[in-house]
C-alpha cells in the first residue's frame, strides 16, 4: 500500500530551493539590494518604522 501511494504523493522541491542562486553575479538584483539597504538607512524608513511601531502600539492598547 506503501508503495502504491508513494506515487501520488511526491515530495516537491520547496520554491525557495528552485531559485536560490538564481540571481547570483546579476547586476540589477545587485543594485536594488543596494537601493533597499540605502532605503533602510534613510530617515524616512526611521520615519515611517516610528509611525508603524505607534499605529501597532495603539491598535493593540485599543486607542
Do not use: Y
Not at 8 to 14: A, E, S, Y
Not at 42 to 59: G, N
Amino acid at each position: 500500500m506503501k508503495q502504491m501511494l508513494s506515487g501520488f504523493l511526491q515530495k516537491q522541491t520547496p520554491w525557495w530551493l528552485k531559485v536560490a542562486g538564481s540571481f547570483e553575479n546579476d547586476p540589477t538584483f545587485e543594485e536594488a539590494v543596494r537601493f533597499g539597504e540605502e532605503w533602510r538607512k534613510s530617515a524616512e524608513f526611521v520615519a515611517t518604522c516610528a509611525i508603524a511601531r505607534k499605529h501597532l502600539r495603539d491598535k493593540m492598547l485599543g486607542r
